[in-house]
């Protein structure tokens, strides 16, 4: 489906596992739901549950890889209805760009890294997410990262992730400004991987409580 672009602040819900985490998301008001396709993550979803939750899903369905090859990357295209894809790794603008589908590319916030430099190299990106660098981790740390390193530029979508939760949310919208917001770890229970109803819901009222939807 076409992607909608909010007139306040863009919500992910990443993650994603279970068709009741679906329906929370929906139910909600989010604007996207994410299912990883990273084996090393505690939230891997094999291409088969991916088709069933995409196909389930009302939202925009992002699928998320980690320096996966091209023809693992099709195959969840092939298998589900992906809308957006989204890429963690070391992946050149030309790879994310062959597959013939809107793409984010995730930047971690390392120490040097030139973001209007990153902005010009990945120009063709739908948006681009900064998330926290930790190293030996592509994501999913559950840190936040220094704020005061936002852009200055709007030239670029960028989308705030790293360590979000439903008690932060807001203050970062407020401060920053950004396109979009991304969660994963942080509306979470006490099982890594597994949703928490009651904190999507908490997350998703936060965002919109300041941004106007």
């Not at 929906?26 to 990273?38: K, L, M, S, T, V």
């Not at 899903?57 to 998320?64: D, E, G, R």
């Not at 960028?158 to 400004?177: D, E, M, R, S």
Request: with cysteine.
């Amino acid at each position: 489906m076409p992607i909608s672009i909010p007139e306040d602040t863009w919500c992910k819900i990443c993650g994603v596992t279970r068709i009741e985490d679906v329906r929370t998301c929906e139910e909600a008001g989010a604007d996207a739901i994410g299912f990883n396709c990273y084996a090393g993550s505690a939230r891997f979803v094999d291409s088969k549950t991916i088709a069933t939750l995409s196909r389930a899903n009302t939202l925009t369905s992002v699928a998320l890889f980690v320096d996966a090859s091209a023809t693992q990357v099709k195959k969840i295209i092939d298998a589900a209805d992906i809308d957006l894809l989204q890429f963690h790794g070391n992946e050149e603008p030309a790879f994310c760009e062959q597959f013939d589908l809107p793409y984010m590319k995730v930047l971690r916030m390392r120490a040097g890294i030139d973001l209007n430099a990153e902005a010009k190299r990945y120009s063709s990106a739908w948006a681009l997410m900064l998330d926290t660098f930790v190293d030996g981790q592509p994501g999913g740390t559950g840190s936040t990262f220094d704020w005061q390193r936002w852009p200055k530029n709007r030239d670029a979508r960028w989308v705030l992730a790293g360590g979000l939760t439903p008690q932060n949310v807001a203050a970062g919208i407020k401060q920053l400004a950004p396109f979009g917001v991304d969660v994963s770890g942080g509306v979470e229970g006490d099982t890594r991987g597994r949703k928490d109803r009651e904190k999507i819901l908490d997350f998703i009222q936060e965002v919109r409580s300041v941004s106007g939807k």
